[in-house]
Nanobody, 125 residues
Framework: VQLQASGGGLVQAGGSLRLSCAASGRTFSRHVMGWFRQGPGKEREFVAAVGWSGGSTIYADSVKGRFTISRDNAKNTVYLQMNSLKPEDTAVYYC???????????????????WGQGTLVTVSS
């Protein structure tokens, strides 16, 4: 599975951005998908993840209520809608995919086998 993230950019605090991640291959609908991020000088952290059908999602407490993860299996794409952005959301955002057939929706990096190249989100105050 190859992952290509896009949609990052510069936005003012309080604004919104939508990240997209296009996946290659025919098995997209059987991969748990997620997003991680790494801010300047910070550890990589989990952001959100979504199950196969899109009906089950989990979020980091820091983004709950502001970010929404979704997927379109017909387009092999996962999205991260980010609203009410804060300067502390500034980071490189990575799209990730779990191994084929895994059902559990995890929040640790070692649960995800495939990683995209990252897209930079900068939130100015």
């Amino acid at each position: 599975v190859q992952l290509q993230a896009s949609g990052g950019g510069l936005v003012q605090a309080g604004g919104s951005l939508r990240l997209s991640c296009a996946a290659s291959g025919r098995t997209f609908s059987r991969h748990v998908m997620g997003w991680f991020r790494q801010g300047p000088g910070k550890e990589r952290e989990f952001v959100a993840a979504v199950g196969w059908s899109g009906g089950s999602t989990i979020y980091a407490d820091s983004v709950k209520g502001r970010f929404t993860i979704s997927r379109d299996n017909a387009k092999n794409t996962v999205y991260l809608q980010m609203n009410s952005l804060k300067p502390e959301d500034t980071a490189v955002y990575y799209c990730v995919a779990a191994r084929f057939g895994r059902v559990r929706i995890g929040s640790t990096a070692d649960e995800y086998e495939y990683w995209g190249q990252g897209t930079l989100v900068t939130v100015s105050s």
